[in-house]
């Protein structure tokens, strides 16, 4: 593979979205900041009343119902090689690869521990229909180290042969390689990190990825019979501009991503330390933000995506453009969905599980994480 840009035809059809109107006044009055929208509930919501013996009843419950359903599998990945500006995600920023493999250690450890209380130790093994690596990077980790997390959960869940098993990549850091290894693996769907194509856009944001890295990873996707790709874009970051981010656009078209979603980035430098190195002045105003979303709504669906709702489309051939259609979408922890309604049982540092009626995050911090599981 030479790296080249490749694209995909997309069909274009007739939409029905109506592009909105929205006026100044309404953008004063609801143009604050608050919890993230994209998950349910919000972090605000979460307490430390939650303890370890309530989420092993919820496991125990899920266990006793009398119809078993497939689950959803997440593995958080905290680790990045280097540090990208806007990021809101829990993530450990390093070089010394050693530090996943001491992860991968434990993390086989909680794998065995979730198990065990969802009834493993009576011979019973939960079937799972969706596994989703993210991050982070989980790329960051070796082939070997890939190979042994995903054997790992193989010895104590059944992977569906119809399921979705997808892997957030970085396009700077695989090659047509490491993509084939990551089908040979199973996953079958990834997502890649873009945010905007423009290369001052990314100087501001520490985050230079050419767009030939990007179209490359693409290639080797579709080469090695990945099922569905989407890329992550952000909106409202320095230096954009709404021409700017049309140009961005008009790219992703052009590599017939099968599914996109459009971030709003959040500035909250208080919470988020790596934010502070961005100058909020160069980012655009809220009007501005407005206007590219509704670019992006309007340059998107005449080229043949369906808007899914808040920040997603989808290729109108695609499932998630299909369960739209006939009111079947589904709405998860970890967002649109074509499955029913399905526990979710998350793996790592800082991971959200959705057990029955309850909502649980793992502790935050990497010395913790090791320190509870010892």
Known sequence: MDGAPQSVEVPRVETEVEIP????????RFGLSGPRYT???????????????????????LRAAPQATPLSLYVHVPFCQSLCYYCACNKIVTKDRRRAQTYVDYLLREIALQAQHLGEQRGE?????????????PTFMRDDEMVRLMVGLREHFDLLPDGEYSIEIDPRTVSAARIAALAELGFNRMSIGVQDFDAEVQQAVHRLQPAELTFAAIAAGRAN???SINLDL????????VAG??????????????????????HLPARFKPQRRIDPA?????????????????????????????????????????????????????????????????????????????????????????????
Do not use: M
């Open 21 to 28: 109107v929205v006026s100044s006044e309404l953008i004063r």
């Open 39 to 61: 998950s349910y509930p919000t972090a605000d919501r979460f307490h430390d009343r939650f303890d370890a013996s309530r989420h092993i009843y919820s496991l125990e419950q």
């Open 125 to 137: 093994r939960g079937q799972v229909c969706q596994l989703h690596w993210g991050g982070g990077t």
């Open 225 to 227: 019979g990945f099922q």
């Open 234 to 241: 952000i909106y409202g970051l320095p230096r954009q501009t």
């Open 245 to 266: 981010f049309e140009r961005t656009l008009d790219r992703v078209i052009e590599s017939g991503a099968d599914r996109i979603a459009l971030y709003n980035y959040a």
């Open 282 to 374: 160069q980012c655009p105003d809220i009007d501005a933000r407005v206007q590219i979303f509704l670019l992006a709504l309007r340059k998107l669906t005449s080229a043949g995506y369906a808007y899914i709702g808040l920040d997603h489309f989808a290729r109108h051939d695609d499932e998630l453009a299909r369960a739209t259609r006939e009111g079947a979408l589904q709405r998860n922890f970890q967002g649109y969905s074509t499955r029913p309604d399905c526990d979710l049982l998350a793996l790592g540092v800082s991971a959200i599980s959705k057990i029955g009626p309850t909502y649980s995050q793992n502790v935050r911090t990497l010395d913790e994480y090791y320190e509870r599981l010892d």
